[in-house]
């Protein structure tokens, strides 16, 4: 794990933050939905490596556990064409599952992720990963495929903050109760 606790200057933005600004596709704030109950924020890397759906499929297996636990999921991805993100997440039976599109990277920019550096793109763990999914380079990304996500907390009664940068290869770090 990595700057867990993490918190941006103006979490929640009074000068025009992503958090009020941008919306899902069910035209939602993610202020909005944060009023609901607190939301668990997976910022992707790019859709369409095969890295990613790794992720996916993780969100995917972990998606009732999380729900069940009082968090509401929110997948932020970096795709203009909500219809191609759709498809992406279809097979993980994620495409219900609140998404917001950032092509510009706003959010991830907000919340501090950083673009992988080269030891990170083709270090130890990275080419671990792909040995062991057998997927060197990617498919078709959609996005910065150099964007590093992450998970981000959002509760009503506390700043928003990093939960965990996840490491190449390794499991996002999903929160539990939001208590």
């Not at 867990?4 to 933050?17: A, C, H, K, T, V």
Request: aromatic fraction near 6%.
């Amino acid at each position: 794990m990595f700057r867990e606790g993490l918190r941006p200057p103006d979490p929640w933005g009074e000068n025009g933050s992503p958090l009020e600004r941008l919306r899902t596709q069910d035209d939602m704030t993610v202020a909005s939905l944060v009023e609901l109950g607190p939301v668990c924020i997976v910022l992707l890397p790019a859709l369409g490596k095969r890295t990613t759906r790794a992720v996916l499929q993780q969100m995917a297996s972990e998606r009732a556990r999380i729900e069940e636990s009082g968090w509401r999921l929110l997948l932020v991805h970096m795709a203009s064409d909500d219809a191609r993100a759709k498809a992406e997440l279809a097979p993980f039976n994620l495409a219900y599952v609140a998404r917001l599109a950032d092509p510009e990277r706003e959010m991830y920019e907000h919340f501090g992720m950083k673009r992988a550096t080269l030891a990170q793109r083709w270090g130890v763990d990275a080419v671990k990963a792909a040995w062991s999914s057998r997927s060197f380079g990617s498919d078709e990304p959609v996005g910065d495929p150099d964007q590093l996500g992450g998970v981000v907390q959002c509760r009503s009664d506390a700043d928003p903050h990093v939960w965990s940068v996840p490491v190449a290869g390794k499991p996002y770090e999903l929160p539990g109760s939001p208590s």
